[in-house]
């Protein structure tokens, strides 16, 4: 990896003074040029791309994490870490950095400094060879794409083949409860509907590590609960980390919390009270007009 500490040198792709070039991610294809991911220590890989944890592993762990839009400071030195097992409730204000440490933990975006580590092995500088290992929400669906074609990408995508690739097809259906509209091409489904096959890409080949941005967006509240049931149930052998302006879900998914703040940490481990008023404390954002406190008028039961 390229010294991140260095500013002055031009990095591949980005030119000197010229803008920030998007890193080919992961999940666009780039997993089929990589081959086969590197082992990470203790991780054995089975058929389809699964693998089995040997023995106990930090699958997730950040260090010094840095980045800058320009003069924005997106993230600020961001150092965590997260085990298998572990729900991870990603809090914020718009602009607090959070999709931005999303998108550099799905290899989408290339770091100014720090380190990045998934399951023992450097993300940076080629984040395709874990591509099978990490499940990521697309922001958006091919509107020409059946479901179930898209479906059949990203499980081709994970390595899987043959029957065991329309097996997997089937299982992520049925999961997400799509089975309705599986055969509709994307560009006509409602909003919950694209979440639910998003979820459905994340979750293909059980990753190491889920990331979900705004998973319950247009759920109505009975899908609400199918989704925290799903993510309990990935959580048992995966560590995830959820993104969420809506606090009184976020609180019935999560049981860690990272507070972020201006690209900085102001907070990780367990809320001490009611979220909605540990983070407005917290944040200092009590009596603003904020998306994040509107969207959770309600407050936390």
């Known amino acids: 990896m390229p010294d991140a500490r260095d500013r002055h040198r031009p990095r591949e792709g980005r030119t000197a003074g010229g803008p920030r070039r998007r890193r080919p991610g992961p999940h666009e294809g780039a997993a089929l040029q990589g081959g086969r991911p590197h082992r990470a220590h203790d991780m054995a890989e089975g058929a389809g791309g699964r693998h089995r944890s040997l023995g106990p592993m930090k699958l997730v762990d950040l260090q010094g994490v840095s980045l800058n839009y320009g003069r924005i400071q997106a993230l600020d030195e961001v150092s965590f870490q997260l085990e298998a097992g572990e729900t991870l409730g990603l809090l914020g204000e718009n602009g607090a950095g959070k999709t931005t440490c999303l998108r550099i933990l799905a290899g989408l975006l290339l770091p100014d400094r720090g380190r990045v580590r998934i399951s023992g092995?450097?993300?940076y500088p080629e984040p395709q060879r874990l591509a099978r290992r990490l499940g990521f929400m697309p922001t958006g669906l091919p509107p020409d794409q059946r479901v179930t074609e898209t479906l059949d990408l990203r499980a081709r995508l994970c390595g899987f083949s043959g029957k065991r690739r329309a097996a997997e097809v089937e299982r992520l259906v049925t999961l997400c409860q799509a089975g309705d509209f599986a055969h509709r091409f994307n560009g006509t489904l409602s909003t919950g509907m694209r979440q639910r096959v998003a979820l459905a890409w994340a979750l293909?080949?059980?990753?190491?590590?889920?990331?979900?941005?705004?998973?319950?967006?247009g759920l109505d509240p009975r899908q609400?609960?199918?989704?925290?049931?799903?993510?309990?149930?990935?959580?048992?052998?995966?560590?995830?980390?959820?993104?969420?302006?809506?606090l009184d879900e976020l609180a019935r998914i999560a049981g860690r919390f990272l507070v972020l703040h201006h690209g900085r940490v102001l907070h990780d481990g367990p809320a001490p009270g009611p979220l909605l008023e540990f983070f407005l404390d917290l944040t200092g954002t009590a009596g603003e007009s904020d998306s994040l406190v509107e969207s959770t008028a309600g407050g936390v039961s």
């Open 224 to 246: 609400q609960v199918t989704l925290r049931e799903i993510i309990a149930a990935a959580a048992r052998k995966s560590a995830v980390i959820v993104s969420s302006h809506g």
């Open 204 to 217: 293909c080949g059980e990753p190491d590590l889920i990331l979900l941005d705004e998973p319950s967006f």
């Open 121 to 123: 092995v450097d993300l």
